[in-house]
């Protein structure tokens, strides 16, 4: 049966996976943490919402109504005006009326207006209070604004008429008819008076509920509804705009009335005044003059699907048509005065006992929570710290409770591993010093035996006789060296001399040094290598060491007739400690013994270990072999293991970094 010297290191345990947040102390910190803000989050908000809203809803209804009030009056200057020039004067107006800061800018943020002048004026916020734009109108600052009718369903203001304005000609003509029209209906007992739109056209608004009653008088109201020569030109530019959007849908075009409705013609309305929002009366019906009627035009079938697509491009057509009329988009910024913020409030004796209470209040539960994790954070730190004073004070059981499998867990599992490893060390350096004691006594006593022989006459000091005891002090000497350099490589100044070398020469020498003890003990030693053998530069005194310790223990565990083999090659996988080009050599020393029991097989590499107890000279070395075999190839950067099946042998690997062969001739 084979006796190694020594064996592998134990494989070193892989490290745990990194926890989930949610199991680590970290986590468990970071919810505490975030609890607490939440309850201060929620304290805070509560005592606002309750101590500020009063004040806020004032201040929010007086401000609106303020910058309803503003926005609907630079409305209607840009609905009756193609641009921005001269709406300084009305911006500062404005301003002096509200008490706050009124600014105009282009959509890219050029200045237009600003009532803030000076170095001094504060700059304006990056977020618009509005956009005064008379074709895309802000429908609920519209709906607050001065008149309170706010704006038709398209969005478009009622004050942009465009070309459907009236001249002053045709609107004092109007206007004469107009008050003939009220005359009549006041003679007749009803009562009336004459409104006038945006546009200029004048119309008779019926006081009262029951606007029908004008239909049986004589007070014809259909002049009124007559449209003018430009209203007219203005009506037909309409429908074209808004057939050419109809007929890229692959749709007919349709006939738009006065009132910008289409079918059958309806009630004619007040034009250029299409989707204003003032009640208006329903006129009598009555033939429109031969001369003014529009050409018969075959109307699409009335559809849902056409009638919102004719919306949709009658809107297109009337925002196309107005956009030369009106000034273009605006931003609006609304301030306090001089960039002030709002006015603040004085807290009343019961909001301040309010906030008082809350924040006892969440300072009680931070405390009581940083308590309660602190206290769990404390008590297994506290049960470390015993444990370390008990390994200090020489206690062999200094292990401590592992609670979980959080961070603090895990630190006390490593501090158990520590211990049982601290422990396992006292023990093998209490048996390594055994050992040596026994190592270096048996030659010292078989010298000290010899010695007295001699001197007491029974032996004579004859060539046998000092040949034995040269046997001894070589024997004591090579325990010594092999101490000496397991030294030397523990305090990493084992000194190394590589050079580039062949490892199939390697072998070789290595072979023919132990041919002989193999010759005597019956077992065959054979070298196999790659042709040229692969390369590496490493120390070949250390090397052929390490190798022949491999070799002798193998010829040593070997019965007759058994084989050892030596075998070199070259593999791509990396050597654990270094990745070279030139990949990784491979040394193998295999013996066809008895093999290693698997008990036995992770202590191999131990100093002063072997599988036979007795440690007697027969059946085993000093126990240092191997372990010098790891310490030299690990100075050479390379690892080395063993593996075994028991009944048929070992294999002892060494895996170093090479490099690329040298190239022939």
């Known amino acids: 049966m084979r006796r190694p010297d020594q064996a592998p290191p134990p494989l070193r345990r892989p490290d745990r996976a990194r926890l989930p947040l949610r199991r680590s102390l970290l986590g468990r910190l970071l919810v505490v943490s975030a609890l607490v803000a939440a309850c201060s989050v929620a304290a805070t ?37 193609p641009t921005w020039d001269g709406v300084g004067a009305t911006v500062r107006k404005l301003a002096r009326e509200s008490g706050r800061r009124v600014a105009l800018t282009t959509q890219d943020r050029q200045p237009l207006a600003d009532s803030a002048t000076g170095e001094s004026a504060p700059p304006l916020p990056p977020q618009a209070s509005a956009v005064v734009d008379p074709l895309s109108v802000d429908t609920v600052l519209a709906a607050r604004g001065a008149d309170g009718q706010g704006t038709g369903a398209d969005r478009i203001d009622p004050r942009a008429v465009g070309p459907f304005r009236l001249s002053t000609a045709d609107s004092r003509a109007l206007r004469r008819t107009a008050d003939d029209k009220v005359a009549c209906l006041n003679r007749a007992g009803i009562a009336s008076d004459v409104v006038v739109g945006a546009s200029g056209r004048p119309r008779v608004q019926i006081v009262g509920n029951d606007p029908e009653r004008a239909l049986g008088t004589r007070c014809d109201l259909a002049a009124l509804d007559t449209p003018t020569r430009s209203e007219r030109k203005a009506l037909d530019a309409l429908t074209e705009l808004a057939d050419a959007c109809l007929n890229r849908q692959g749709r007919e075009g349709v006939r738009l009335n006065s009132d910008l409705s289409w079918g059958d013609p309806a009630p004619v309305a007040v034009l250029g005044e299409p989707v204003a929002p003032e009640p208006r009366p329903v006129p009598a019906p009555r033939d429109a003059p031969a001369e003014e009627a529009a050409p018969s035009v075959e109307m699409p079938e009335r559809t849902g699907e056409n009638d919102r697509a004719i919306a949709s491009c009658v809107g297109t057509a009337r925002s196309e048509q107005l956009s030369s009329y009106v000034a273009s988009p605006a931003l609006l910024f609304i301030g306090g005065e001089g960039g002030a913020t709002l006015p603040g409030f004085d807290l009343s004796p019961a909001n301040t006992a309010r906030i008082t209470g809350a924040a006892a209040l969440v300072l009680a539960l931070t405390v009581g929570a940083s308590v309660f994790a602190g206290a769990r954070l404390v008590r297994p730190l506290h049960a470390l710290t015993g444990a370390a004073q008990r390994m200090r004070d020489g206690e062999e059981s200094a292990s401590v409770p592992v609670s979980g499998d959080d961070e603090v867990g895990r630190l006390a599992a490593a501090f158990n591993d520590m211990s049982a490893h601290r422990a396992r060390l006292e023990e093998q350096r209490k048996a390594m010093v055994s050992d040596v004691a026994h190592e270096l006594r048996t030659p010292l006593s078989n010298i000290r035996g010899w010695l007295e022989a001699a001197q007491d006459g029974l032996a004579d000091p004859d060539p046998a006789f000092v040949s034995s005891l040269l046997e001894e002090a070589v024997l004591l000497q090579h325990i010594i060296d092999d101490l000496q350099d397991l030294a030397a490589a523990d305090a990493g100044a084992l000194r190394l001399h590589p050079e580039p070398l062949d490892v199939r020469e390697l072998l070789g020498q290595v072979a023919a040094a132990h041919q002989a003890r193999a010759e005597n003990a019956g077992v065959t030693l054979a070298v196999t290598a790659t042709a040229p053998g692969p390369g590496l530069s490493a120390d070949p005194v250390r090397l052929r060491q390490a190798v022949g310790n491999l070799v002798s223990n193998a010829v040593r565990h070997t019965p007759e007739g058994g084989r050892v083999t030596l075998r070199a090659y070259v593999s791509e996988e990396g050597c654990g400690t270094a990745l070279l080009g030139g990949g990784t050599v491979v040394i193998e020393v295999t013996d066809t013994g008895s093999g290693i029991p698997a008990d036995d097989l992770p202590h191999v590499f131990d100093r002063f270990w072997r599988a036979e107890k007795s440690r007697s000279r027969r059946t085993g070395g000093s126990g240092l072999g191997l372990a010098i075999v790891r310490k030299l190839v690990e100075a050479h950067g390379g690892t080395v293991r063993a593996t075994s099946t028991e009944g048929q042998g070992s294999t002892f690997t060494l895996r170093l970094p090479g490099e690329e062969p040298p190239s022939g001739p």
Do not use: K
């Open 45 to 81: 908000a509560w005592i606002a919402v309750q101590t500020t809203s009063g004040a806020i809803r004032q201040e929010q209804g007086q401000n609106l109504t303020a910058d309803a009030r503003i926005y609907d009056t630079l409305l209607e200057y840009a609905a009756r005006n």
